[in-house]
């Protein structure tokens, strides 16, 4: 096993090498093998089973740690005495996978859904380990795996990324002279047009063409790496242009993408599939294998081994070495339907970088700071409907979300709490009620990322009903985005457990809602519009997690052990009521939590959100304040003298 070798010069701010990854690797590796069948073809993981069956998630733990051993072997690696050694299993696992009458074969592709998902990771695998595996392959083999493979041609798929896994098998085919289908390459190319949003972001599919609401780390790990490895496998094959569109559109994407990690390492915690962990650093190494980044290369090793450290650290591979389900450490609730015990591999895709050699720039380089490590920024992600922030004191990201909803646009829906918080942050993750079983009911807009039962108070601008129950703003309406502030409306609604058309549900009036943000404050305003009633409004701070219980003041600032604080500070009307919410086992980045709340009456409301670190007993930094000329325009004055005008109009 590769022994890890710290770097303090050459890596200033992590401490971590290219040894550091492959050692890393190695681990991760080693931990599963005690987990494989007979034969290595299926590799069953502690934990659940996913909707699909414990069959498939053996397909899915061998696919997805093949694909790290493919990353760890692969391009630089072809010469590592370890190599073979790492393969082997895999070797021998493909063998009886793909004989239907071993007694571990592998579910096919045309039977099961989710095996088409991991036939991507397969042949992407066996293209980077051509020269050691697939060339070394018995034929009969290689003839059974083009079999297996080969199920893939013009199989359903989702309308998403999905549309991905058929053209990488359908290119691998077609490198090693098998047949393929060419159709299948073709509408993913087309699709991923529509799906285009502009600025280097992908919606992950949309119901109708020109739909951009599905932002998240697909974006990230799927819909950028997938088109580029595709054009990796097809070699001359590929479409005249198409790497150079897609290498642009990357580059353009990564600008954004280094505003939304923590100086930490903690990437943006918000989306489905977020037990992918460190897949987040899945497009700054795609950036560097493509030479498609405008990050110097000393940044994007200072982000990528960020993030697995942070993760690493924390115990996301606690339990023998394994990564588990959840986020820091093992936490069911982060689990969407589809995840199972060896879904957290997709992780792998982090590891790409691996494939570059010793002497490549992204690892000779030495680190460089990040954003959130350079200073203090705002910047306005228009095609998320984001505006990020970051502080250098305290290493914090947090976005205000004007236009993720990850809802369809033309009836009420469900809120998911992965998508449709007002705030997300780097330190804070959303509080997850459980999931929705089926005799909950399925809405029309039933999605991936799964609406929670529960009530939760974070993130929230929204009505109350007579019961205090909060409404649901999906889906909202972006109204502006700039440098300084973001604005939305949405009309608030009821879900009705007896009322199967959405459009039925119980409607409240329309909000508009506002985020002002400058340095650890964002000042969080609402102008709520018609029809009238007598909702009170709630407003939700961010959920703070920690291994022991969050201090509280009546006062509603909640403070961690290591200072890290979430608070409100109503500044308009008068007489608002501050309460803390507390909870124990639905937040990911700790076992208790504990929210601040406002609820007040009126039109027009402005509450200082802070997120940010504190010294015990030194109280909150100077707070903003805020005034409205008129009803449709709040003036908000900060701390530095600075003041930033929001219409609040439609």
Do not use: C
């Amino acid at each position: 096993m590769t022994e890890a070798h710290h770097d303090p010069e050459l890596s200033p701010h992590t401490g971590w090498t290219r040894a550091d990854w492959l050692a890393t690797a190695d681990r991760l590796l080693a931990a599963v093998r005690p987990h494989a069948t007979p034969g290595n073809s299926l590799i069953h993981l502690p934990g659940p089973p996913s909707r699909s069956g414990k069959h498939s998630d053996g397909l899915e733990g061998y696919a997805r740690t093949f694909l790290l051993a493919a990353f760890r072997t692969g391009g630089a690696n072809l010469e590592d005495p370890r190599a073979p050694e790492l393969l082997a299993p895999y070797a021998e696992g493909l063998a009886a996978g793909t004989d239907p009458a071993h007694p571990h074969a592998w579910p096919r592709p045309l039977d099961i859904p989710q095996a088409r998902v991991e036939a991507a990771s397969v042949a992407l695998g066996l293209h980077e380990t051509r020269a050691l595996l697939w060339d070394r392959l018995p034929a009969e083999v290689q003839e059974r795996t083009v079999d297996w493979l080969s199920e893939m041609a013009d199989v359903w798929v989702p309308e998403n990324n999905w549309v991905w896994f058929r053209a990488t098998v359908a290119a691998f085919l077609r490198s090693v002279g098998a047949p393929h289908q060419a159709s299948d390459i073709a509408y993913a190319i087309d699709e991923t047009e529509g799906w285009y949003a502009g600025h280097g972001w992908y919606t992950d599919g949309a119901q109708q063409r020109g739909q951009f609401r599905n932002f998240d780390y697909y974006n990230a790990w799927a819909m950028h790496l997938y088109p580029l490895w595709y054009t990796r496998i097809s070699g001359a094959d590929a479409e005249p242009g198409l790497a150079e569109r897609y290498r642009a559109r990357l580059r353009a994407f990564l600008a954004d993408a280094e505003h939304l990690v923590a100086a930490d390492g903690g990437p943006l915690f918000q989306g489905r599939s977020l037990t992918y962990r460190f897949a987040a650093a899945a497009p700054f190494w795609t950036g560097a294998v493509f030479d498609a980044s405008p990050l110097p290369p000393g940044r994007t090793r200072r982000i990528a081994s960020g993030m697995l450290r942070h993760f690493v650290d924390r115990g996301a591979t606690a339990e023998e070495g394994v990564l588990s389900l959840g986020w820091h450490h093992r936490f069911e609730p982060v689990r969407q339907t589809y995840s199972g015990p060896a879904s957290p591999y997709w992780a792998s895709k982090g590891m790409a970088g691996l494939l570059l050699p010793a002497d490549h720039p992204v690892w000779a380089a030495t680190e460089e700071e990040s954003p959130v490590e350079r200073g203090d920024f705002t910047r306005a992600l228009p095609v998320p409907g984001w505006l990020a922030s970051g502080t250098r004191a305290d290493g914090v990201v947090r976005v205000a979300n004007h236009g993720t909803d990850h809802t369809p646009p033309h009836q009420p829906g469900r809120d998911d709490p992965f998508y449709a918080r007002v705030a997300y942050s780097t330190h804070t993750g959303p509080e997850l009620g459980a999931t929705r079983s089926p005799a909950a009911g399925r809405d029309i807009h039933q999605r991936d990322g799964d609406a929670r039962d529960g009530v939760a108070y974070d993130g929230q601008v929204t009505p109350l009903d007579a019961d205090g129950v909060p409404a649901h703003r999906s889906p909202f309406q972006r109204l502006a985005l700039t440098d300084e502030f973001a604005v939305s409306r949405h009309r608030a609604h009821w879900p009705d457990e007896e009322t199967a058309d959405s459009l039925g549900w119980a409607r409240g009036p329309w909000v508009t809602t506002a985020s002002a943000v400058r340095g650890p404050w964002e000042v969080r305003l609402a102008r709520v519009g018609h029809p009238a009633g007598d909702h009170r409004l709630l407003v939700g701070g961010h959920a703070l997690a920690d291994d022991l219980p969050p201090a509280a003041s009546a006062g509603g600032v909640v403070r961690r052990a290591d200072g890290l604080t979430s608070a409100l500070l109503p500044l308009h009307p008068a007489g608002g009521e501050i309460t803390v919410h507390r909870s124990e086992g639905t937040n990911a980045l700790g076992p208790h939590s504990a929210t601040p709340a406002y609820r007040g009456a009126g039109q027009l409301h402005a509450v200082a959100v802070f997120l940010g670190r504190t010294e015990a007993d030194a109280g909150l930094p100077p707070a903003p304040s805020v005034s409205f000329p008129d009803a449709e325009t709040a003036q908000v004055r900060w701390p530095d003298g600075g003041e930033t005008t929001v219409p609040l109009g439609e």
